[in-house]
Each structure stands twice: as C-alpha cells, then as structure tokens.
C-alpha cells in the first residue's frame, strides 16, 4: 500500500509483447514467406514489433489444421460439457491476464488503458464464460409430421471458420467470434486487422494454456488482400465471419458465393442519437458525449447523427461545447486519459478530410477539428451544429471523434430523418415519456436501440445491423445459431 509520502504510480507501464508469429496448429511460425511487418504504437507513432505476414500459404497451412481437428480429430469427438469445461478455463486465464491484456491493447491500438481496463477485457471474459455456457446447452426439437414418423432437429456446428476481425476493438472482436464458435463446436482460423494483432496473438496462446486442443483456434496475421482474401476464397472453409467495412463485405461476398459458403457481417453505421425536449438532460448530454467520443469515435455504433429538439437545442450544444473543452486528450497509458490516438494515419486523415467536408458544407464547427500535439495520431473532440441531413459528415461513417448536430421540432418529422440512411446497426432515444420511448423504437430500423442509455453490450443480448449495416447478428443465442447448420431427422416408426 502507498504510504502518504508515496504517490501511487501514475502512468501503467508499457507490457512486453510477446506472441508476433502465426499461430498453426498449436505452434509459433514465421510466415512462409519469411516477411513480417510493423505494428505501431498510434500515440507515438513507434515501432512496437515486427509481426509475421502471414498469406496464402499459412492460411492453407493454418485450414488444414482446423479442418483435421474438425474431421475427426480431439474436437470433435469432445463431449459439449467438456468444451465448456475448457472455455471456462481460458475465461478464467484471461481474467488472471486482464491488466497485461489491457496494456497490450493500448499499446496497440492507442486506446486510453481506463477503457481498456474497463471495458474491452472485461467484456472479453464475460464473452468467453457467457458462450463457454452455451456449449453443452445446444438443443434441437422434435417436429410432429404426417404419419407414422419421428422427426426431430439437431444443431451441428458449421465447421471450419474463417474470421475476419477490424482494428477498433481487437480483442472484444475476437471473442465475439470465438465464443459463439467454439460453444457450437466449430474449428476457427482468425485474420485480426494488420493494425492491431497482438491482443489475439496473445489470446491464441492463452487458449493453447487453457488446453483446447492444437488446431481448434489458429491465427494468422496479416493483410486483408492477400491472408484475408486467401481465407475467404479456401474451399475447406465453411463460414466466414466479418466484422468491418461495407466495401470489404462486398468483396468477401462476392468470392464466398463461389463456395456457398455462410457469412456473417458486422459493417458500419451512422447511428442516429435523439434528444427529446422532455429528456433527463444531463443524463443526455453525457450521453450523447460518450455515445460519439468513447474509443476515439471508432465505434461501429457510435451516435454520429445527434438530433436534438430545437426548444433545448442551445443549451444543449453549450454543455456537449464544455465537455470537449475539458476532455482530457492525451497519452493513452495514463489513468486519466479520456481519450487517446486515432488507430493510424490513414484514419487521422480520413477523419480531417470530412472535417473540411464539414466546413465546405456549411456546417458550423464548434469546437476542436484539429491536430492535437505534435506526434501521435491525435484529433480534438470536434462538434459541428447546423448539420443538415445532405451533408457529407451527417451521411458517411467518419469512425473519428467529430460529432454533428442536426435540429427538429417534431416526433413525426424526427423518425422518418433518422431511418433515412443506408446504415441501420444502432439508434438512441432520450426522453422521460416511457410511452413515446418505445413507439419511437418500434419506428427505427436498426438492430439495437437504446433508450436512456448509450453502448450497452452485453454478451446475452444480440447485436447487428439492419440494411447495411450487416447481415445476421452476433451475441447472445442468435449469435450462437450463426455457428450451426439445422439438420432434421426423419425416422420410419
Ligand atoms: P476493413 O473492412 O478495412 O478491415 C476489416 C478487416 O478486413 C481487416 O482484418 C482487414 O485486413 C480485412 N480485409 C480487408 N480487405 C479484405 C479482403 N479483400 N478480403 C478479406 N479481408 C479483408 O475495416 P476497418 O477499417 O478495419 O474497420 C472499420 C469498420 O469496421 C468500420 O466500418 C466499422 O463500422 C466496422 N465495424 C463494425 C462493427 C460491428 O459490429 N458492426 C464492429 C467494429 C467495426
């Protein structure tokens, strides 16, 4: 314990990173091909390790591994409540890890280690042990047909799996996928997002501590052309699972329907976030605040679009303006930073460029919209007002911390603006008319609304996008289903 002459540390220290090969198999390889590349370190823009580049050849390696493990091999002979039993294990390794965990995420994708510490890891174990009890729980039904017949249903894992994870959330996004996967039974090999591999890596050989047999999990880090492409295109993979860009989704649907292999897709969104009049406005305001600025803006959901009704429009742009002013921006390793780098150049640029969309538009920007500090991919809590629904920044996914405010004056008016998009993944109602609350959820089309609250996940409750902003869910038994085939049975009595 510190004593009153001893400050407590301040700043978390910088982990060791440890796992950079490709994970086959149950072993550590170089890529084939003996290249490897950085991964950054986003607030100080170093090198923070070479990692293997794995393409087609480790992906054919690292299918082969899975589907031996699927065709037969330990997996598949394994009791559920035993695969369970081992799901437990590896939630248990990583909660024993979360604060290395952490770190290691911040170090690479730039994160505030609070967030981190917080949020990621957290849901990350409570994910694994979610699913992990899902595993001897998976039931079919028996169906009365005409005649003298017994028809009943199983549900059987899809098989082998390629998944394809983004850089925002690392860790969470490769749990998401290995929950599901491994409760159903399914064999998986992972390409994380070439930004941001090491929480994976380091997850992959926490599940090799936790016993799940060599095989069952292989990673192969990489780029998305060459590993992601040749893993969408492997006729020995069944599904793919993916989880980043419309445009990405396009092309792996595309090549998956050459195979008739499964998809499931978790793209972007341009989530509205509305403010009623009658709404609890601090709670709102803080919510709206954390709804588009929590993890630097680059959620998929975050609430990008905020309508608020024009009687308490002011007021409100006044209090989200002092928020900003005080967000504390800075180095992502200490405690309280509340908000860190943007991941890499590419999305610092990206974000810059629609600020001056914003601008060139007619909107008026309130606060921030530059560069903060001088190294580091970092970008002030930017506010735009007088949005109108045809800008470019009310239209498009920034994935950045630049948040537009658009005004209405009526409920009828306020449904049909937030539904007028292309995306549908999340929307927010504020408001203390519970009645008025759920008639407006009913109107929106999007896969999660949340009412009086902003970015509630959990593991139970099944996320994904409507339009497109993707196809099918992920979480909770919908989730789950994702990862199985339904086979019916039909017995002559
Ligand atoms: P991205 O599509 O560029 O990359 C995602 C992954 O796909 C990476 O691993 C990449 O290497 C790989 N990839 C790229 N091209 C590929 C190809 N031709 N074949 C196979 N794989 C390929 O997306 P991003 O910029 O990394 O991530 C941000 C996007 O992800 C945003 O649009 C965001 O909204 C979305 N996202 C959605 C959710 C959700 O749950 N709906 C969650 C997080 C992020």
Redo the contacts with the bound molecule.
Sequence with gaps: MATATEKPAKKVARPKVQQTQCFIGGKWLDAASGKTFDTIHPATEEVIAKVAEGDKADIDLAVDAARAQFDGGEWSQMDARERGRLMYKLADLLEAEAEELAALETLDNGKPISDSRAADIPLVIECIRYYAGWADKIQGSTIPINGDFFCYTRREPVGVVGQ??????PAL?AAWKWGPALAAGCTIVM????QTPLTCLRMAYLAQKAEIPDGVINVVPG???TA??AL?AHPGVDKIA????GT?AK??QRTALETMKRVTF????KSPNVVFADADLDAAINGAHFALYFNQGQC?CAGSRLFVQDKIHDEFVDRLQDMNKSRRVGDPFDPETEQGPQVDQAQFDKILQYVEYGKEDGAKLVNGGSRHGDKGYFIEPTLFTNVKDDMRIAKE?I?GPVLSVLKFSDVDEIAHRANATNFG?AAAVWTRDIGKAHRFANKLRAGTVWVNCYDVFDAAAP?G?FKE??LGRELGEAGLAAYTELKTVTVAM
């Design positions: 394809i994870i983004p850089w925002n959330f996004m390409k994380p997002a070439e780029y998305g052309p992601g492409a969408v993916f989880t980043g860009e990405t092309i792996i978790e793209l972007g969104g998929c996914e994935f993944l996320f996008g902003s993707g």
